[in-house]
């Protein structure tokens, strides 16, 4: 099995202010990388697939990057609406998701 | 619209057995491979199991291997999941995603997600 290590746990942010968050494996996924955000009482929304091709809709103050075992979300001017929970998920084979990083408001 | 609508949770006591469903809409359900997702209270996500697009190959890990059954009806475009021996460590949200075209991939849309709770 792949392990998933999202860092940080909880991310503390103000509104306008950058947020990067890391995903690393356990093993090389190659670029098979996914990111889902998370509101509260909400199912996840896909963010990126690919590592760094984003969803459709996902507003362009979004971006990922990586490949391997080390891989990036980064959040350029964070509003409101983005203060959530962020997974990141491996599909290279049985897949596996992070535990999650909180971003929150500071 | 491309749509996932899980229905069937509800309390079970330890042991028993519940099926869930999920209907689906706005794509060929035919051709996607399909997955369960669940999420304890509070917790992360955890992947369940998945079935090929045809039905007839599924994969899952040993924490449900022997206990959840994943199958499909394409011509209802119906995904279920089939849960026996349940253990009050299987409380959670369990979400319906589509998956890929021929190999796993990424999970979307999600569903809504129905609540099971294992409770004596």
């Known amino acids: 099995e792949i392990v998933m290590t999202q860092s940080p746990a909880t991310l503390s942010v103000s509104p306008g202010q950058r947020a990067t968050l890391s995903c690393r494996a356990s093993?090389?996924?190659?670029?098979?990388l996914a990111w889902y955000q998370q509101r509260p009482g909400q199912a996840p929304r896909l963010l990126f697939y690919?590592?760094?091709t984003r969803a459709t809709g996902i507003p362009a103050r979004f971006s990922g990057s990586g490949s391997g075992t080390e891989f990036t979300l980064t959040i350029s001017s964070l509003q409101s609406e983005d203060f959530a929970i962020y997974y990141c998920q491996h599909y290279s084979d049985f897949p596996t998701f992070g535990q999650g990083t909180k971003v929150e408001i500071k | 619209e491309v749509q996932l609508v899980e229905s069937g949770g509800g309390l079970v006591q330890p042991g028993g057995s519940l099926r869930l469903s999920c209907k689906a809409s706005g794509f060929n359900f035919s051709s996607y491979w399909m997955s369960w997702v669940r999420q304890a209270p509070g917790k992360g996500l955890e992947w369940v199991g998945t079935i090929k697009n045809d039905g007839r190959e599924k994969f899952s890990v040993d924490p449900f291997k022997g206990r959840f059954t994943v199958s499909r009806d394409n011509a209802k475009n119906s995904l279920f999941l089939q849960m026996d021996s349940l253990r009050v460590e299987d409380t959670a949200v369990y979400y319906c995603?589509?998956?890929?075209?021929?190999?796993?991939?990424?999970?979307?849309?999600w569903g809504q997600g129905t609540l099971v709770t294992v409770s004596s």
């Open positions: 690919g590592a760094s």
């Open positions: 995603v589509r998956d890929g075209l021929l190999v796993t991939a990424w999970f979307d849309p």
């Open positions: 093993q090389s996924v190659s670029t098979n």
